[in-house]
């Protein structure tokens, strides 16, 4: 009879130690399900930096190509009003000169010749605003869509900015074995998701 309770206390031991192992290899297996989780989000906030970095390096070059419209349209409307005022010296040139000879008896035939031309730079000169203007409203639009580009692109900039802290903090994570860092990694990566979305939704 004393034998029996021996043998419950070594069952007792066994099966605790049984149940403690049970546990260790859960937690294990546990932890290691959690390093997969923080692995997968990782690369999907690696993705998420690489397609919002290539777009905002596309939106940066568009801003820059239309930024060097609008000055290449500004450099030919000075051109055009350049043009506008040396035709309205010609235009005053020729008129002054029509006057003169209309005074002298002799010149009286040439008068008109000089009145035509004053005429003709004047409607010349109707031209060139005309052009002048519309280069200057293709400039404008060029500068509103450089505008528009770089904004757009500040957007996928904090995006890639968001993203890229999200991934170090979920290295950090996983390092430290600390799930409230990752519960922030993932904050952030929301956040960087958010501006991406927002970026090719604007």
Known sequence: MPEEPEMDIREQH????????GHEEAEHEGGNGWLRWISLSTAILAVIAAVASL???TLVNEALLEQ?????????????WAYY??????ANTAEQTSDLLAVIPAGAASTQKYKDQSVKYESKKEEI????KELEKKRDE????????MHSHHIFAYCVTFTQVAIALAAIAALTRR???WYGSLALGAIGLGFMIKGFLG
């Open 142 to 149: 060029s500068e509103h869509e450089s505008d528009h580009f």
């Open 68 to 80: 060097s419209k609008a000055v290449q349209y500004q450099a030919q409307a000075s051109d055009q």
């Open 14 to 21: 066994e099966t605790v130690e049984e149940i403690r192992h």
């Open 179 to 181: 799930r409230p860092v």
């Open 85 to 90: 005022q040396a035709a309205g010296i010609k």
């Open 55 to 57: 777009q905002s390096g």
């Open 129 to 132: 605003t005309k052009q002048a």
